[in-house]
């Protein structure tokens, strides 16, 4: 079982200068992902770069669940 600052760790190492949040109940996880790295990217591909961070986790099934919102720091500004 992942805790949260797990998740995030994992997803801070793989992002320029990224702001994770992360939250969730140890088998399913909601996560804000804000990172320069996803500017000019769709949101289904911002989605796979952070699955691709978590994928061993995922299929060892010791990560459950996780919804992603994957912003660029200007969308996270104008919210």
Do not use: C, W
Not at 37 to 49: I, N, Q, T, Y
Not at 54 to 60: P, R
Not at 65 to 74: G, K, M
Request: proline share 5%.
């Amino acid at each position: 079982m992942m805790n949260p600052q797990q998740i995030k760790q994992l997803i801070e190492t793989g992002f320029t200068d990224a702001q994770v949040e992360v939250a969730g109940d140890g088998r399913h996880f909601q996560a804000l992902v804000v990172s320069p790295d996803f500017e000019g990217a769709p949101m289904l591909k911002r989605h796979r770069m952070v699955y691709a961070l978590l994928q061993e986790h995922i299929d060892s099934e010791v990560l459950h669940a996780i919804s992603l919102r994957t912003l660029t720091p200007a969308q996270r500004a104008a919210e």
